[in-house]
């Protein structure tokens, strides 16, 4: 062998050798994959397989090597014939799916083909690589189903559903937003500017501001303009979401038009029954003044210290004024009491003083009668009782007495010893609040006693 034949022989072998390196760093390659490696000469015989591959066929390299992809794939061996054909005479990638049977189970793979030379013999082969896709598969069907649920949701819905751009364009709307505001679809308004819904621009602005601030509102209620011009009333639920990097509103609404009409009638009703009641109270007050002129004012006088009792106490609004009214027909059953007895100066007899007692129960009686949106009959019935047991009708103790009535029997006590009478000149005001405050948690409510002595000492008049 000459020298040149050596040198060649000797290149030749080194690239041999370098060849079936780079072909042993390959395998090792291709056994670290999760994917299933394939590689076929021309006549689609496999002449490499990885360790996934070998898997997949549950056999040996030495049964595999060597046989034809029809034999590999006795029922998808049709369907690889023509895709390793085409991917023979192209020189692109080729991808396409196949189900194939896996022991007892029929699993999804994503195939990519590749033709390439072999190095020597410049024979055309054919790389494959398969990647098992079934559960991407079945994930991919749950969510096309789940979508698909959505947008019926979406577009059944009976509440407006709608979705816009925090800068304020109507991304996306259901049938029912559309209807709410007066357009026949949703095509008519979506990707328009959502400003023109809106009564008060600034409507807009204070809802911005608060979804900004909380990320979400809920039961918001606020007027929309529709399509004719007239105003229909809804209630929102939103929430701030973010989407592709932008900001964008995301809720629903329904119509309350009828629900806000009803309201506005229904407070209307109830100022018309408070006028009502008012009224009927006023009639009462005049009724008592006129049968004992000799007293005329003291309920109003009584309804003035129990309401500012009742401040004193930073009791709620509403029982604040059940006090008051209380306190203008406590009397109201002295209308049963002779005018004789009611004016009669000096003591009464024992006869005459349990008459003068029934006016409480004879009060309770002509207010039942009345449908009172309060409990006004309780407490005329027992601004008498004392917590001891000693007061009338019933000798009620304690909690056994309405709390309203424990300041109103505080404030008739004041005003009657702070007043002059036909039979008796006054004890006058400093004597009055001495005796509440002697008999402080014995006959009459310590808390309440304690309100009215604040209340005096802090220049409350009666007059």
Not at 61 to 78: A, C, T
Not at 282 to 311: L, N, Q
Not at 332 to 340: A, D, S, T, W
């Amino acid at each position: 062998m000459d020298q040149i034949t050596k040198n060649s022989f000797n290149i030749k072998s080194s690239k041999i050798r370098n060849i079936n390196k780079k072909q042993s760093v390959l395998q090792k390659i291709a056994d670290l994959s999760d994917d299933i490696s394939l590689q076929f000469d021309k006549n689609f015989n496999l002449i490499f397989i990885n360790k996934k591959g070998l898997k997949l066929f549950g056999s040996s390299l030495k049964k595999l090597i060597g046989r034809n992809v029809l034999e590999l794939f006795p029922e998808e061996g049709g369907i690889f014939i023509t895709n390793l054909k085409r991917c023979l005479n192209s020189e692109e990638t080729l991808v396409f799916e196949v189900e194939i049977m896996v022991g007892n189970e029929k699993r999804t793979f994503e195939v990519r083909l590749v033709s390439f030379r072999d190095f020597f013999s410049r024979e055309k082969s054919i790389y494959g690589v398969f990647k098992d896709i079934s559960e991407i598969k079945i994930a991919k069907k749950s969510i096309d189903k789940f979508s698909s649920r959505y947008r019926l949701l979406f577009e059944k819905n009976l509440a407006g559903v709608f979705r816009a751009s925090l800068s304020g364009i109507l991304l996306e709307c259901n049938n029912a937003f559309a209807e709410i505001l007066g357009y026949s679809s949703p095509g008519e308004i979506v990707g328009t500017p959502v400003f023109k819904f809106y009564k008060d621009i600034e409507d807009r602005k204070k809802l911005i501001d608060s979804l900004t601030e909380q990320g979400f509102l809920k039961n918001y209620e606020i007027c929309l303009k529709k399509k004719d011009g007239s105003y229909v009333w809804v209630l929102e639920n939103l929430s701030l979401i973010e989407e592709f990097g932008q900001n964008m509103i995301e809720g629903t609404l329904i119509d309350i038009t009828e629900k806000k009409i009803i309201e506005k009638h229904l407070r209307e009703s109830i100022v018309r029954l408070q006028k009502i009641t008012d009224g009927i109270i006023e009639a009462m007050v005049k009724t008592i003044e006129v049968k004992d002129p000799h007293t005329a004012s003291h309920e109003r006088r009584v309804g003035k210290i129990a309401k500012a009792i009742a401040k004193e106490m930073s009791l709620e609004e509403e029982k604040i004024e059940i006090i008051y009214q209380s306190s203008l027909v406590h009397d109201i059953g002295k209308v049963y009491v002779p005018l004789e007895i009611l004016t009669k100066p000096g003591n009464l007899t024992e006869i005459e003083y349990k008459i003068i007692k029934l006016h409480s129960d004879m009060g309770y009686k002509i207010l039942e009668k009345i449908d009172f949106p309060c409990q006004i009959s309780k407490i005329v019935l027992q601004h008498h009782e004392r917590l001891d047991g000693s007061g009338y009708p019933f000798g009620l103790k304690n909690d056994e007495i309405c709390f309203e009535a424990r300041v109103l029997a505080v404030a008739d006590v004041v005003e009657a010893m702070a007043s002059h009478r036909p039979y008796r000149i006054t004890p006058g005001l400093e004597y009055a609040l001495k005796e509440i405050e002697k008999y402080s948690g014995k006959l009459f409510d310590q808390e309440v006693v304690k309100a009215t002595l604040k209340l005096f000492k802090g220049g409350f008049s009666i007059d």
